[in-house]
């Protein structure tokens, strides 16, 4: 059984940066891709950021093209999301997923087979 811990959620003001990370064990971590999502009170989860088992793709929400970078170090089995330019509309509760499927670099929630219990990211005006 793959467990995902979030951490790295916080209070930041508008502008700021904050650095997301996200530490599995019990799987074979090196061989999944991993995402983020994001929740909001009041709206249904979406996705972020995706980053295949390799970490030679990635793929990115347009919301937050330019400003998150999804990064991977296999060896540590840790995926991170490194958040810039933070706006009021990227608070929300963060999850990080594990998709198996080899070769996978999914957009959908459902596509997903592991969930952390997800961090709170606050981006105040």
């Known amino acids: 059984q793959v467990q995902l811990v979030e951490s790295g959620g916080g209070l930041v003001q508008a502008g700021g940066s904050l650095r997301l990370s996200c530490a599995a064990s019990g799987g074979t971590f090196s061989r999944y891709a991993m995402g983020w999502f994001r929740q909001a009170p009041g709206k249904e989860r979406e996705f972020v950021a995706v980053?295949?088992?390799?970490?030679?793709?990635?793929d990115y929400a347009d919301s937050v093209k330019g400003r998150f970078t999804i990064s991977r170090d296999n060896a540590k089995n840790m995926v991170y999301l490194q958040m810039d330019s933070l706006k009021p509309e990227d608070t929300a509760v963060y999850y990080c997923a594990a998709d198996r499927r080899l070769g996978a670099l999914a957009r959908r929630g459902f596509e997903y087979d592991y969930w952390g219990q997800g961090t709170q990211v606050t981006v105040s005006s």
């Open positions: 980053i295949r088992w390799s970490g030679g793709s990635t």
